[in-house]
């Protein structure tokens, strides 16, 4: 069988609750029809911390993700309880390399609201799904859409991202599933 896998392994980081790889990997399966495989979790990753800041230095972590070999997974999403950022950005729900091969996504700003009020977790399922999509759609090489009922629109906070849909526009789908064939 000549056909690509494209077997996504998603990569607790930390403490964090089993029902979050699950529902990743379910919207991984569901939005975007690739197979999902839930990883052994990492306790933390070495050397990404920033104790000043409380935070994961994110372009370490992409780096230390990427050289970690994992049988036949060909992309990578770590999902962390620890706040990211990036040197220009107080703060990043995710980020991701475009066209690489690790992503990262962060719980940490996604379970309250913009007064730091908990959220129900079904709130915080669905952000999460929605910051890993669009994590995942950079490393198939998509970029910012600007149409804003995609989920590749840039999201600036919290706001947008609970206004942005749970899928792809017709050009990103498209795009997509031309990219995951050739990769
Ligand atoms: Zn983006
Ligand atoms: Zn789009």
Redesign the pocket.
């Known amino acids: 069988m000549n056909e690509k896998t494209n077997r996504i392994g998603i990569l607790p980081i930390g403490k964090v609750p089993e029902i979050v790889p699950q529902s990743i990997a379910a919207h991984i399966s569901g939005c975007l029809d690739l197979p999902a495989i839930i990883l052994p979790s990492l306790k933390n990753i070495a050397g990404c911390y920033n104790e000043n800041r409380f935070q994961y230095d994110v372009g370490k972590t992409l780096q230390t993700l990427e050289s970690i070999k994992f049988k036949d997974i060909d992309k990578i999403i770590g999902v962390s309880t620890v706040d990211l950022y990036i040197p220009i950005f107080a703060y990043v729900f995710g980020e ?1 390399k475009q066209g690489g091969k690790a992503a990262v996504v962060s719980l940490y700003r996604l379970e309250k609201d913009t007064h730091g009020k908990k959220q129900p977790s079904s709130i915080v399922l669905e952000r999460a799904a929605k910051v890993m999509l ?2 995942l759609g ?1 490393l198939y090489n998509l970029f ?1 859409c600007a149409d804003e009922h995609c989920l ?1 629109h ?1 999201s600036g906070g919290l706001q947008d991202l609970d206004a942005s849909p749970l899928y792809f526009c017709r050009y990103c789908s498209k795009y997509f599933l031309d990219a995951r064939s050739k990769s």
């Open positions: 991701a669009h994590e950079h910012h590749m840039f």
